[in-house]
């Protein structure tokens, strides 16, 4: 079982940049497809970014496409999201996920982390 932890969010101003971090424990973190997912308030969870288990493959969410990108070191049990250009509505809670490739389907959520674009 992996179990995902999330980390780097906070305030940024549109056009900004803000790379997150999900650090996922368990021997087996490079078996398995990485996700990353938001919830704005008072929406549902949306499907943001993923990555195969080997980094070869990646698939985005249309809305972030040439703006975020996802990366993996297995060998540190890491997966991060570089967000660049961001937008008033990315404000969101992301999530990182372990997910079924290619349905892109979520299990072992992380607690989240908050990322807040201000204008």
């Known amino acids: 079982q992996v179990q995902p932890v999330e980390s780097g969010g906070g305030l940024v101003q549109t056009g900004g940049s803000l790379r997150l971090s999900c650090a996922a424990s368990?021997?087996?973190?490079?078996?398995?497809?990485m996700g990353w997912f938001r919830q704005a308030p008072g929406k549902e969870r949306e499907f943001v970014a993923a990555i195969s288990w080997s980094g070869i493959s990646t698939n985005y969410a249309d809305s972030v496409k040439g703006r975020f990108f996802i990366s993996r070191d297995n060998a540190k049990n890491m997966v991060s999201l570089q967000m660049n250009s961001l937008k008033l509505e990315d404000t969101a809670v992301y999530y990182c996920a372990v997910v079924d490739w290619p349905a892109m389907t979520p299990h072992y959520w992380g607690q989240g982390t908050q990322v807040t674009v201000s204008s």
């Open positions: 368990g021997r087996t973190f490079r078996n398995y497809a």
